[in-house]
DNA sequence: CGGGTTATTTATCATACGAAAAATAAAGGT
DNA sequence: ACCTTTATTTTTCGTATGATAAATAACCCG
């Protein structure tokens, strides 16, 4: 109570810092991810001012509704994050399946499954925002399809060109990923304690996913 | 408007219902565990006394607080639906390994996995309570060590008691267990469409997983 | 049928929240 | 130094929310 009223007052006392409005603009976006990552999309904007160390109706001079600023904080988070370049990794046959995917898969980690990143992903799914599903879209195609085309190459079976992908296949490939994500869920949204070297983890998940893998492939798809 | 007025009158206008104490208890719980699953844990009590066509005092008639009510919501939904005769299931060498765990996921999928199941798990962990973290003791004891120990022995080396499970053991575990919790992820949170029939998901996804997994126990554990 | 018990509703409170309007002060040009 | 611009704060509004107190009516027992 005393330590809310001192920042309070600590803001209205006179000392307000005057930003150029791009710089407070990005100030209040980032600060809206990790609060929003924290508290959920419901959480309150007077709390978030509180946080960046500024009154609330600041907020709504950059960003006319609530609503703008999560869609801002979905932009800045979701689109962006992911490189193009990562197809042309798991597609690069110079160099092993096996090698390629946890190569993918360390970057993926590190650069796309944050706190941030997933936590606002869970909150934006379960609030029935079609963020998920268009995500989910861009990552079969950037994604699924090419560990699928890769593993029908590593198994030496019709390439998708000939016999087009199945379902089941898909789900392999969602299969490695849904074990790098839950590692994550488990991580910072459960918030167990993981001892897991992250290394590991991931090729060690590559391993088993990847023998399974070319198995199934060998076993549904007819030869090339 | 007009119905949202209509529905208040109809409440209003002296038709009220006069339950027993355990019938409207339940009825309330009930209602809560769709509400809360549908729309969060910060769901409003004037829209759940709404859809349950009562007024909202009468939930704090029934619960003293919101927090008690979603406590409830925990119990009811958390702890009873897992069945201790699975571990039983799991363990039961008369049968080969991939019919006990296809079996299982049939009944875990149908009995645990729903739409409220999983969503209020979700909400639950990204509000921070404590739920998960004692739901993943439970199943560590009475899934994925299990599979482990029934892992060695397919892949005939040491037993637990002769040589401690791994924490990278305990990951492959979870391994098949984050697939068909990831399907209803997508299912259930993010809402994609799954044409996928369950069972051929679930078969496919043991298969997948039972390769990889004993191949990898072998290599990693010393013959017993 | 009458009277007490209590399940349910009506009315209300205190606070919280998104949002807008008005007031203030920091910066920049001249 | 003064004046204009505008970033920031102060004040305020309307509504929503968890929770409580008082009023009402359905059921039960005699």
Redesign the pocket.
């Known amino acids: 109570m005393v330590a809310l009223k001192e920042k ?2 600590k ?11 791009g ?2 603009e990005q100030q209040i976006l980032d600060g809206a991810i990790s609060f929003f990552a924290e508290v959920g999309l ?8 509180q946080r960046l ?6 907020i ?3 960003f ?4 703008d ?1 999560i869609e801002r904080v979905f932009e800045e988070v979701f689109v962006g994050r992911w490189r193009p370049e990562w197809t042309g990794l798991i597609t690069d046959r110079s160099r092993p399946l096996r090698d390629r995917l946890i190569e993918f898969y360390g970057h993926y980690s590190r650069d796309v499954l944050t706190y941030e990143w997933i936590r606002i992903y869970m909150f934006a799914g379960l609030a029935g925002e079609d963020i998920n599903r268009r995500y989910i879209d861009l990552l079969e195609d950037g994604l699924l399809v090419p560990i699928v085309t890769e593993l029908r190459a590593a198994a030496e079976v019709a390439s998708p060109d000939d016999v087009p992908v199945t379902g089941l296949e898909i789900e392999a490939a969602w299969h490695i990923h849904a074990a790098v994500f839950y590692y994550f869920v488990r991580k910072h949204i459960y918030q167990t304690k993981i001892e897991l070297d992250l290394d590991a983890f991931i090729a060690d998940a590559v391993d088993r996913t990847l023998e399974g893998a070319i198995t199934v492939t060998k076993r549904e798809v007819p030869a090339g």
């Open positions: 309070q007052s803001a209205a006392a006179g000392n307000r810092q005057r930003l150029s409005p710089e407070r419901s959480g309150q904007t007077r709390e978030l001012a160390g500024v009154t609330q109706p600041l709504y001079r950059y006319p509704t609530k609503q600023l």
